[in-house]
T-cell receptor, first 115, second 114 residues
Framework: AQKITQTQPGMFVQEKEAVTLDCTYD???????LFWYKQPSSGEMIFLIY??????QNATEGRYSLNFQKARKSANLVISASQLGDSAMYFC????????????FGQGTELSVKP | DVKVTQSSRYLVKRTGEKVFLECVQD?????MFWYRQDPGLGLRLIYF???????EKGDIPEGYSVSREKKERFSLILESASTNQTSMYLC?????????????FGQGTRLTVV
């Protein structure tokens, strides 16, 4: 069974500093994809970044990067130079290839950026 | 612009009522999902459909059923609503095949069962 764990219910970060949001996963499928989504207070789900299990390099998208440690089964999101608009819920998700397109989410981390 | 549309933003229903939550996507996606979101529990998968008339149970299917008669429409049915089904319900869709295809979400339906 697949499982995604986010152990930080809430995080605070000072504006302009970097922050790491943790995500660990459990799978026996060698082929899988990992996703991070942002959910601001408006409720919309915004896709941020993707990492494939066979990707050799860590994914980056602007100020977002994914610290992928395959042996440890972790896929932490790093946000550099935090902005007030980064305050939101962040969800880690995984899709296993042998599960078709089934997508499972973690519990989420609420990030608050302080001015 | 890609779009997943849920029929209602807010819904109030009485205990025991049969409730239909509708979701429509215009991206010709094969996969569609229903999640419920509760504080501290994240998004929990209720049901997943990978094709018309095909469905798979997610982690919390009890008390729910689904219908997918057309590719673009995925309905979540609460046969007899109960107060513990008060929650935010999110519909999503994604393309099949490529691992890196993200899911697109609707705006959510906040259901209150009284």
């Amino acid at each position: 069974a697949q499982k995604i764990t986010q152990t930080q219910p809430g995080m605070f970060v000072q504006e302009k500093e970097a922050v790491t949001l943790d995500c660990t996963y459990d799978t026996s499928d060698p082929s899988y994809g990992l996703f991070w989504y942002k959910q601001p207070s408006s409720g919309e789900m915004i896709f941020l970044i993707y990492q494939g299990s066979y990707d050799q390099q860590n994914a980056t998208e602007g100020r977002y990067s994914l610290n992928f440690q395959k042996a440890r089964k972790s896929a932490n999101l790093v946000i550099s130079a935090s902005q007030l608009g980064d305050s939101a819920m962040y969800f880690c998700a995984m899709r296993e290839t042998n599960q078709g397109g089934k997508l499972i989410f973690g519990q989420g981390t609420e990030l608050s950026v302080k001015p | 612009d890609v779009k997943v549309t849920q029929s209602s933003r807010y819904l109030v229903k009485r205990t025991g009522e049969k409730v239909f939550l509708e979701c429509v996507q215009d991206m010709d996606h094969e996969n569609m999902f229903w999640y419920r979101q509760d504080p501290g529990l994240g998004l929990r998968l209720i049901y997943f459909s990978y094709d018309v008339k095909m469905k798979e149970k997610g982690d919390i299917p009890e008390g729910y059923s689904v219908s997918r008669e057309k590719k673009e429409r995925f309905s979540l049915i609460l046969e007899s609503a109960s107060t513990n089904q008060t929650s935010m319900y999110l519909c999503a869709s994604s393309s099949q095949g490529a691992r890196d295809t993200e899911a697109f979400f609707g705006q959510g339906t906040r259901l209150t069962v009284v």
